[in-house]
């Protein structure tokens, strides 16, 4: 039933058609995963970085790479210590 094509996204999409292209390569080897860690493993590994690298090559990315270290390390901060931060 794969076409190939990329179809329109739902009306309540946060994601744009371009950031669909970029999940849509990964779509048959993610699902060919067999294990939770399998899938998280190719999320974090592959997914994850193409569409940050599209969201940085397109002005997508608003904060600089300061910025993004700072509240990275707040969360991780948080985490460690059970705080619950939104």
């Known amino acids: 039933m794969a076409t190939g094509k990329i179809r329109k996204p739902r009306k309540d ?7 669909h292209a970029v999940f849509q390569q990964y779509k048959e080897e993610y699902k060919s995963q067999t294990t939770s860690q ?6 974090r590994s592959k997914i994850l970085p193409d569409i940050f690298n599209y969201w940085t090559d397109n002005g997508k990315v608003l904060m600089s790479s300061e910025e993004m270290d700072g509240h990275v390390k707040v969360r991780i901060f948080g985490i460690r210590c059970g705080i619950m931060l939104i």
């Open 38 to 43: 399998g899938c998280g493993h190719m999320f």
């Open 13 to 19: 999409c946060k994601y744009s058609a371009e950031e």
